[in-house]
C-alpha cells in the first residue's frame, strides 16, 4: 500500500484525525485497543487534497463560497467529482488496497477531518455506502464520498459552527461488510433525558444505517449504570461501574431480538470506551453471532454544561382531547414548537379561546394566562373549557353562521385587513422600534381576524347533523365513505396552487433543455446562464410572489416558507416536468353528485328532507371552501412575521449578541424585545442559553415525537388501519418520502408514504397514485386535496412510515382505511450515514 494515500486502520490512532479524519482515526484507536473492528483501509485526506487540487477546486467555488452560494457550490462540486479524471497514483492505491483487503462486499464510509470532535459530530453530513461490489463500484463511492464534503447540508453545518471550509479536507474509510444480525447505536449517558446514571440503547435486525439515519424504528433498551464496590480491569482499562437492563421498548413483539447478555456486554463495552476517550460516547456497532464489531464511537455532542430547562409535566388528556390532538396537531405539527414560536402562537390562541366562549363554553382566565405563557409546550393543548347553559344556543349559532356569507366578509373586510399590516416595506430601513411595532400590529390585526373567522368555522358543525341522514340512507358502515364523496370535488386555494405550480411545469418542459435540465438535475442556479432561463426564473418570482407564503410544517415562525427557502418548490417542479395531465377534479365530482343522489334518492319517504339535506350540503361545502381561502391567506400574516424575526435575527448577529441568526429561535418574544432596547447580556452567556435551550428542545421534540407514534408499535401482521379520507383502491409500490426535501424521490405512479402532509406537500398527489400517512384525519388538508384529485387515501395509519418499505408493493383502500402490505420492497436505495 502507499504510505501517503492508503492506510491501513491497523496503522492509525485518534492522532491521526489529520489523515484519516475522525471515523478512521477513532476506528483505528478502536483497533489498538483490541476490539473487534472490521478491517479494512482509509482513502487518506492527503490522497483527497491532491485530487482537488488537481481538479482545480478551491478557484471553481471559492466565489459561490464568499457569498454563501451553497446550492451553486455544491453543483459545480458534484459535477467535477462525478466526471474529473481520476489522478492514476490514487486509483491504482484504491484498486490494489480493495484486492489485498479480499472482500467481496464493503462498506464505504465518509470521514472529514472536522468530524467527530467534541463539540460537533457531523452525523449525518456526509455520505455512507453499504453492500458495494468490486473496484469500479468501490471507486464511484468514493467520488461521492468526496463530493459529500460539499453538500448544501454539510455547507451549511459548517458554517454555523465557524468551520473554515477551505480548512476541511475529507478521507474515505473502506471495511469489510459485517453480515449482521443486529446493529444500531448506544449512547453511554442517555441524551434524552440528560441523565448521567442512564445510557440509551436502540437496536434492530440487520445492518445499523437504517436506525442511525433514522430510517427505522429499532428496539429501546434503558440502561442503568451502578457503580462498583472496587475497580475493576479490562484490558488495562479501569471501569468502576455495571450496567443493567432497565427497561425495554418492543416495537414489534414479533421481531428477533439479541440476549441480554449480548446487550450487557456491549454495554460494558460501552463504559470502556467512555472511560477511554474521556467523555460519554455514541457507538455505532452490529452483532455477528457472538462477537460485538464496533463501527463508529464518536463524542456526544448533545450534552452540554448546562442541565436543560423545567419542563411543564405532560398534559392529562381524556380519550376526546386524545382524538383532537391526533386528528389537528399530529399532521399541521409534526414537530415540536421552539420557544420563539409562542409569538406566533399569540395570534391564534386569544382567537381560539374567543371560539370556545362563543360556542358556550368557559375558559378559567388563569389557564388562559398560562397558555400564553408557556415557552415549552410537550403538544398543543387548548385549557379544559367549562360548559355552561349558554351551549344550550349552540345549533342555533350553526344554523346562523351556515347562512351566513363569510366568504363576502373575507373578501370585503377581513383579507384587506391582513394585506394592510402585512404590506410590503423595506423592513431594513425601520429602526427596532417600528420593526417591533410592525409586529405588533400583525399580531393585533390577526388575532381580531381569526376570532370572527373562527366564528364562521362553526358552521362546519352541521357536519355532524348531516351525517344522521346519511347513516339512514346507506348505513353506518358506509356513513363514512359517503360523507367524504359529499364534501369532495370542492375547489380551493390550495387546488389554484397545484395548478399554477402544474403550469410552471409544463412552461419548463416546453421552454427547452436551457430550463428544463438544471430543474431536472436539480441545479436551479444553473438558470441565471441562459436568456431562456432567466426569463424562466423571472416566471418563479411571480409564482413566488403570488404563493410563496405557503408553509410548510405548520404555522411556525421557526418553519420557513417557500419564499424562504424555496427547496421543496423546486423538488416539485421537477417531479411535476414529465406529467402532461393537469390536476383534475372531475372524478372527485362525479363522486360527489353520485353520492348526493343515492342519499337524496333513498331520504324521499321523508317530504322536504332531501331539498333540506342538499341546501344544508351545499352551505357545508360553501364553508369548507371558506375555510380553505382563510387559511391560505392567513399565512401571509406568520410569513410576514418571520420576515420580522428574520431581520431581528440578523441584527443581534451583526451586533454581536447572537452567536447564529439561526439561534433566534431558541429565545422567547419578552428577550427578543429586551435584547433589541440593549439589554442583551454578554455573548458567553448568550451561548450557554441557546445551547441549554437547543438541549431541552431536543427532549421536548423527543417526547412530542414519541406521543406521535404510541400507536406505531401495536401495528403487526400485514395490514395497516387507518382513516379512509378519499374512497378508491389502488396497489402500487410505496414511496417513503420523509420530508419536503425529499420531494423529487416521488415517481408518477408510485403510492406516496409519508407521516404528514400539509398544503405544501398536495401537489405530490398529481403524482401519486395513492397516499398513505403516520398521522392525519378525514378533515385534513390532504384529505380533502385527495378526494378533489380522486387519489385513494389512508391517512392516520400508525406505523405506516415504519412498517412500510421503501418500493414495498402496496393496496391502499381508501374506502375501508386499511392497506395491505403485499410484495418485497425493491432493492438500489443509498443509505446515508
Not at 57 to 81: D, G, K, M, P, T
Not at 157 to 175: F, G, P, S, T
Not at 478 to 495: E, I
Not at 755 to 777: C, H, K, Q
Request: hydrophobic share 45%; charged share 25%.
Amino acid at each position: 500500500m502507499s504510505v501517503t494515500l492508503i492506510h491501513r486502520l491497523s496503522s492509525l490512532s485518534r492522532a491521526d484525525l489529520a489523515t484519516a479524519g475522525g471515523k478512521g482515526a477513532n476506528l483505528g484507536e478502536l483497533m489498538r485497543l483490541g476490539l473487534s473492528v472490521p478491517p479494512g483501509f482509509v482513502v487518506s485526506a492527503r490522497a483527497y487534497a491532491e485530487q482537488a487540487r488537481e481538479w482545480g477546486l478551491a478557484e471553481r467555488i471559492s466565489a459561490h463560497l464568499a457569498v454563501n452560494r451553497w446550492e451553486a457550490a455544491a453543483s459545480e462540486v458534484a459535477a467535477l467529482f462525478e466526471k474529473g479524471e481520476m489522478l492514476p497514483t490514487i486509483e491504482s492505491a484504491v484498486r490494489d488496497a480493495h484486492r489485498e483487503l479480499g472482500a467481496s462486499r464493503v462498506a464505504v464510509r465518509s470521514s472529514a477531518t472536522a468530524e467527530d470532535l467534541a463539540d460537533a459530530s457531523f452525523a449525518g453530513q456526509h455520505e455512507t455506502f453499504l453492500d458495494v461490489a468490486g473496484e469500479d463500484d468501490l471507486l464511484l463511492a468514493l467520488r461521492r464520498c468526496w463530493a459529500s464534503l460539499w453538500s448544501p447540508r454539510a455547507l451549511r453545518y459548517r458554517a454555523a459552527r465557524h468551520i473554515d471550509h477551505l480548512e476541511v479536507n475529507i478521507a474515505v474509510v473502506v471495511q469489510r461488510m459485517v453480515p449482521a444480525d443486529f446493529a444500531g447505536v448506544l449512547f453511554t449517558v442517555d441524551p434524552v433525558v440528560q441523565r448521567a446514571d442512564r445510557m440509551l440503547l436502540e437496536l434492530a435486525p440487520g445492518l445499523g444505517e437504517a436506525v442511525v439515519s433514522g430510517h427505522t424504528t429499532g428496539d429501546v433498551y434503558r440502561l442503568r449504570r451502578e457503580p462498583l464496590a472496587g475497580p475493576t480491569g479490562s484490558g488495562g482499562e479501569d471501569v468502576a461501574e455495571d450496567v443493567a437492563i432497565e427497561d425495554r421498548d418492543r416495537r414489534e413483539a414479533s421481531r428477533p431480538a439479541p440476549s441480554d447478555a449480548m446487550v450487557l456486554a456491549l454495554a460494558r463495552l460501552g463504559l470502556r470506551l467512555e472511560n477511554h476517550f474521556g467523555c460519554p460516547q455514541d457507538v455505532e456497532f452490529a452483532f455477528e453471532g457472538s462477537t460485538i464489531h464496533l463501527l463508529q464511537s464518536r463524542p456526544i455532542t448533545t450534552l452540554y454544561e448546562a442541565e436543560i430547562e423545567p419542563l411543564p409535566p405532560s398534559p392529562k388528556l381524556n380519550r376526546m382531547q386524545q382524538r383532537m390532538v391526533a386528528a389537528n396537531d399530529d399532521d399541521r405539527f409534526p414537530v415540536a414548537p421552539k420557544p420563539l414560536d409562542q409569538w406566533g402562537f399569540r395570534m391564534v390562541i386569544p382567537a381560539l379561546i374567543h371560539t370556545m366562549r362563543f360556542l358556550g363554553a368557559e375558559v378559567d382566565a388563569t389557564e388562559e394566562r398560562a397558555m400564553l405563557d408557556q415557552v415549552w409546550r410537550e403538544m398543543l393543548v387548548m385549557p379544559q373549557p367549562h360548559p355552561t347553559l349558554r351551549l344550550l344556543g349552540l345549533p342555533g349559532k350553526v344554523a346562523a353562521s351556515l347562512r351566513h356569507d363569510w366568504m363576502a366578509w373575507w373578501e370585503a373586510e377581513a383579507f384587506k385587513r391582513i394585506q394592510e399590516a402585512c404590506a410590503r416595506v423595506d423592513i431594513r430601513a425601520l429602526d427596532d422600534a417600528a420593526l417591533l411595532g410592525r409586529a405588533d400590529r400583525i399580531v393585533q390585526v390577526t388575532t381580531e381576524v381569526l376570532s370572527k373567522r373562527f366564528e364562521g368555522i362553526v358552521s362546519q358543525l352541521a357536519a355532524v347533523a348531516l351525517r344522521i341522514p346519511v347513516t339512514v340512507a346507506v348505513g353506518r358502515k358506509r356513513a363514512g365513505t359517503v360523507m367524504g364523496d359529499l364534501v369532495s370535488g370542492l375547489h380551493t386555494r390550495t387546488s389554484d396552487v397545484n395548478l399554477a405550480l402544474f403550469q410552471l411545469a409544463r412552461r419548463a418542459a416546453s421552454a427547452g433543455p436551457d430550463v428544463s435540465r438544471p430543474i431536472r438535475e436539480g441545479r436551479p442556479e444553473d438558470l441565471r446562464a441562459s436568456v431562456v432561463g432567466r426569463a424562466y426564473l423571472a416566471e418563479v418570482e411571480a409564482f413566488l410572489d403570488e404563493h410563496g407564503h405557503r408553509e410548510t410544517t405548520g404555522f411556525y415562525l421557526s418553519a420557513p416558507t417557500w419564499r424562504q427557502d424555496p427547496t421543496p418548490m423546486w423538488a416539485l417542479l421537477r417531479g411535476l416536468l414529465d406529467t402532461t395531465e393537469p390536476p383534475s377534479e372531475e372524478a372527485s365530482l362525479k363522486r360527489y353528485r353520485a353520492a348526493l343522489e343515492e342519499v337524496t334518492h333513498k331520504l324521499r319517504f321523508v317530504p322536504g328532507l332531501p331539498g333540506s339535506f342538499e341546501r344544508t350540503l351545499e352551505q357545508l361545502r360553501k364553508a369548507i371552501i371558506y375555510r380553505e381561502r382563510s387559511h391560505f391567506d392567513l399565512a401571509r400574516s406568520f410569513s410576514a412575521m418571520q420576515a420580522v424575526v428574520a431581520d431581528i435575527a440578523r441584527r443581534l448577529h451583526e451586533r454581536g449578541q447572537l452567536p447564529t441568526p439561526d439561534d433566534i429561535f431558541y429565545l422567547t418574544e419578552a428577550e427578543v424585545r429586551a435584547w433589541l432596547r440593549g439589554s442583551a447580556p454578554p455573548l458567553d452567556e448568550v451561548k450557554r442559553l441557546v445551547r441549554r435551550r437547543r438541549a431541552t428542545y431536543g427532549v421536548v421534540n423527543g417526547r412530542w415525537q414519541k406521543r406521535a407514534f404510541q400507536n406505531a408499535a401495536s401495528a403487526s401482521g400485514n395490514e395497516l388501519r387507518g382513516t379512509g379520507a378519499s374512497s378508491g383502491v389502488v396497489r402500487g409500490m410505496a414511496r417513503i418520502v420523509r420530508s419536503e426535501h425529499e420531494f423529487e424521490r416521488l415517481k408518477a405512479g408510485e403510492i406516496l408514504v409519508c407521516r404528514y402532509t400539509n398544503p405544501s406537500w398536495t401537489p405530490l398527489f398529481n403524482l401519486a397514485a395513492g397516499v398513505v400517512t403516520d398521522v392525519g384525519g378525514a378533515a385534513s388538508h390532504a384529505a380533502i386535496v385527495a378526494r378533489e384529485y380522486g387519489v385513494p387515501a389512508v391517512l392516520g395509519a400508525a406505523g405506516a412510515t415504519t412498517r412500510i418499505v421503501d418500493g414495498q408493493e402496496i393496496l391502499v383502500d381508501g374506502t375501508e382505511g386499511r392497506v395491505t402490505l403485499l410484495g418485497p420492497a425493491a432493492t438500489g436505495e443509498v443509505d446515508h450515514g
